[in-house]
């Protein structure tokens, strides 16, 4: 029997370097099947046949079509600049084809800094930048700017699963050492994910996120009628406050989108992003790059007074999820975050079908608005022996606590219990 070729892993400085069908046939599986002549790092058609579906067998959280992990999203992210050399996210996207046909790929960037990851570690890159160590350059595997769970580890259907991860770990690592990178870091992955790179020898991070779920509901009043009498009148009352003052409210999409809607809603983000962060990390282009080339799979929910937008949320459409992304207004007006992004998100879903929503980052406060905790995930390699053992005993430590968090917050939240 002839031996296979080794596998020949390429680093892309832009998604412009492959078609973007065939990224997405990665990052977003579900058109027709690629046949690949059988190879060791390939299972053959039967086992093929056998095997679960590698998008129900990932954390049901993020199943189904992800518009974060399309080619159109990254590449507008990179053409518009908000992405490459100047901010400091370097694309070095490692990518796998066999006879021209994809196999794998991990969307990854080198960084000089860690901002806009939302997984923090800034103190393991003080400690180590104290010690006389160089924390910076790192590689980062994720969506720039987006703490959204998803899929990052992209591998054919076809693909024995567990030897594609074996090879793009090794060329991850690989790459790490060429740039002279400290470390590469996995951020917002599925389950699965997490815990194949944990036997992979990654160290193993946790954290947690609010989601709203639809449990079956099919109205904005179902999913009222199964939370506390407290909970239901508090909502009642948010939603009433938020739209006096004339305050209407629009759900934008599709063809309806227009450069006007994105002038109005980047003056939200300016504003609002300037005093939150210090700088925000997207452009003016690249909003009119998402409204030309994800149209269908993008919402603003617009807030009008007297004839004049004055706060806007930006959300994705995935097959299941409705991805919530930035805020933004120009005038206060009390309760309209939350009415805007979290309650009319629900009134989308329900009306679309939609699984699930998923709010952003941090924030208990969505607890009491029926968003519910569920853990992320993240998993790191380190160079340094020391810094990586160091790093292993703060992470221990650290999952336990985010797990009794989570643990504690689902056990109190709004929900009815006792028929109450």
Known sequence: MPVP??????????????????????????????????????DSPETIQQKTNPETESNSQVSGFNPLLSHAFLQALEESGCVGWEAGWIPQHIWWEQDGKPIAAIPTYAKSHSQGEYVFDHAWADAFERAGGNYYPKLQCSIPFTPAPGRRLLISPQANRRETIKILTTGLKELATRIEGSSAHLTFLTEQEWKELGDQGFLLRTDQQFHWEN???????????????????????????????????EWVTGSDLTESHWDAFYEFYMDTGSRKWGYPYLNREFFSLLGERLADHTLLIMAKRNGRYIAGALNMIGSNTLYGRNWGCIENHPCLHFEICYYQAIEFALSRGLKRVEAGAQGSHKLARGYMPNLTYSAHWIAHPSLRNAVAHYLEQERQAVLQEQQFLSENGPFRQNGT
Not at 8 to 24: A, E, F, N, R, Y
Not at 229 to 241: D, G, L, N, Q, V
């Open 5 to 42: 070729p080794s596998p020949v892993l390429k680093v892309l400085s832009s998604l412009d370097d492959i078609p973007s069908t065939d990224w997405d046939a990665l990052a977003n599986p579900g058109t027709p099947p690629i046949l690949y002549d059988q190879q060791d790092w390939f």
């Open 215 to 249: 449990n079956g509901y099919a109205t904005f009043a179902d999913f009222l009628a199964h939370l506390s009498s407290r909970k239901r009148k508090s909502i009642r009352k948010e939603r009433k406050t938020a739209l006096e003052n004339d305050i209407e409210v």
